[in-house]
């Protein structure tokens, strides 16, 4: 019998502030026309001062947990991606473990940049599959406002804060069918976020904030995310007509619209949150997932392809018969 990975709930958790491009537009030298026509994005959430990244990932957490109508400590393991964790240690896994008061359990980060959510499903269904655990508790926790550099027009326009979660259980019915995961660490330089703290010297004046040369990785995420379509629907012998929903990383409509066109699918049968919510890396794709499935667009028995892309670079997509 194959043991395959079910999703048995979701959750998110957004920030009530709300930062429209025209607040931004007063800082920098931007405006809402031009950060819509080239993003999608309209306003991003921005977490309270006394917010962090594991009390975010426990709001979300507990969501899914109830949806699952789980008891928190039947939990076995805990992965938490994150680009932005409270502490350096402990991770923000047993941060959330400690929240969620599960005595009993493994918890760790991942840390992918926006693939993190994929790359904590794709290690959660090796455990599950192997019989290593049972229910796994994945989260994609980002303050990415705080890694923002406010007075850089080029990627303050992007990110905002949020975390999606979901619980997934060890079933025999089809769950998780595939994930891929990649990295090509090439990159570093088109896209990273130094740590001065643990830098050499020559590090330790740069601040800790987001440097993308955005027009070099647009590229390079566009024809990548086109491979791993292909590579998904070849592992799966699938078409593209087999795919019921696309919930994509969130980074810009441009590069999402291109991933649909390859699928041949129209932008109805693709989650789009990042109008209001911008790019909220590791935590976008769960989110969005939570949102298509709430508001009932996804349906048991579909078949959702879930992809991303982000720093590294690193890349991924998971299919899942939700
Ligand atoms: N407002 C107005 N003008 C701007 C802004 C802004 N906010 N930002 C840049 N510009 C200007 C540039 O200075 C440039 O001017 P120039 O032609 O005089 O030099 C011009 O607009 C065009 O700049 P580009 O960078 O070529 O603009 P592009 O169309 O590529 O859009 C963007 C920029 C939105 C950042 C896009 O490149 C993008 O989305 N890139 C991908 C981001 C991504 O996917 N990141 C990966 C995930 S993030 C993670 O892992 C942490």
Not at 93 to 117: E, M, P, T
Not at 269 to 283: D, F, K, P, R, Y
């Amino acid at each position: 019998m194959i043991r395959y990975s079910k999703v048995i709930g979701t959750g998110g958790y957004l920030p009530e502030e709300v930062r429209t491009n025209e607040q931004i537009s007063q800082t920098v030298d931007t405006s809402d026309s031009w950060i819509f026509e080239r993003t999608g994005i309209k306003s991003r959430r921005i977490a309270r001062a006394d917010e962090t990244a594991s009390s975010m990932a426990e709001i979300a957490a507990r969501q899914a947990i109830e949806a699952a109508a789980c008891a928190p400590e039947d939990i076995d393991l805990i992965i938490v991606a994150t680009g932005t964790p409270d502490r350096v240690y402990p991770s923000t896994g047993c941060l959330l473990q400690q929240r969620l008061g599960i005595k009993n359990c493994v918890a760790f980060d991942v840390q992918a940049a926006c693939s993190g959510s994929i790359f904590a499903l794709s290690i959660a269904d090796q455990y599950i599959k192997s019989g290593a655990a049972k229910k796994v508790l994945v989260v994609g926790s980002e303050i990415c406002s705080r890694i923002v550099d406010w007075t850089d027009r080029g990627t303050c326009i992007l990110f905002g804060d949020g975390a999606g979660a979901v619980l997934l259980c060890a079933s025999d019915e089809a769950g998780i069918l595939s994930t891929h995961i990649h990295s090509d660490g090439e990159y570093e330089d088109l896209l990273y976020c130094p740590n001065p703290q643990a830098a050499t010297d020559a590090g330790k004046d740069e601040a800790g904030y987001i440097n993308m040369r955005g027009n070099e990785v647009f590229k390079v995420a566009v024809n990548t995310l086109g491979r791993i379509v292909d590579e998904t629907l070849a592992a799966n012998n699938m078409q593209q007509s087999d795919i019921d929903w696309l919930v994509p990383h969130q980074a810009n409509t441009r590069i999402i619209a291109a991933t649909a066109k390859k699928l041949k699918m129209s932008m109805d049968h693709v989650i789009l949150t990042l109008e209001n919510q911008g790019n909220t890396s590791s935590a976008s794709v769960l989110l969005a997932l939570n949102e298509g499935v709430r508001d009932g667009r996804i349906q048991r028995g579909q078949v959702v392809l879930l992809e991303a892309f982000g720093a590294g670079f690193t890349w991924g997509s998971a299919l899942i018969k939700y």
